[in-house]
């Protein structure tokens, strides 16, 4: 079986860090991506809003140079999650990521907006696969 997602988003608020019982990082960062498309004689927008739960050492580098507003590409496999809360079944499909990488604005002046993130070399953990 083929499990792949590759999007491209902002993040719609602050990164969460917490840590597992056994000292594991996670990073939970949840992402707003738009697709535009045309109906009738005017033009659409359908806005995704994708969780993405970031392992390890990317997750901590994930929470540290990322905030909300700041665009990303996410490269992973889709999950879903189950759980029950008084009696019913729930479920919510999530991306567990296998690459996170920090995509950056520039602004009139051709500096990077949203800090100096962009500056930082991207975690150690990335593939050979480019969606572009």
Request: charged share 30%.
């Amino acid at each position: 079986m083929f499990n792949k997602a590759i999007l491209i988003g902002n993040l719609t608020k602050d990164p969460e860090l917490r840590y597992t019982p056994q000292g594991t990082p996670v990073c939970t960062i949840r992402i707003a991506s738009t697709t535009r498309y045309k109906s009738g004689d005017s033009m659409k927008d359908d806005t995704l809003f994708i969780n993405v739960v970031v392992w390890g050492k990317q997750g901590e580098t994930v929470a540290q140079h990322l905030s909300k507003g700041r665009s990303v590409l996410v490269e992973g496999r889709l999950q879903e999650r189950r759980w029950e809360t008084d009696g019913q079944q729930k479920s919510r499909f999530e991306i567990v990521a296998q690459g996170v990488r920090f995509l950056g604005r520039k602004d009139e002046s051709g500096q990077h907006e949203g800090g100096a993130a962009d500056d930082f070399p991207p975690p150690d953990e990335t593939t050979d696969l480019e969606p572009f």
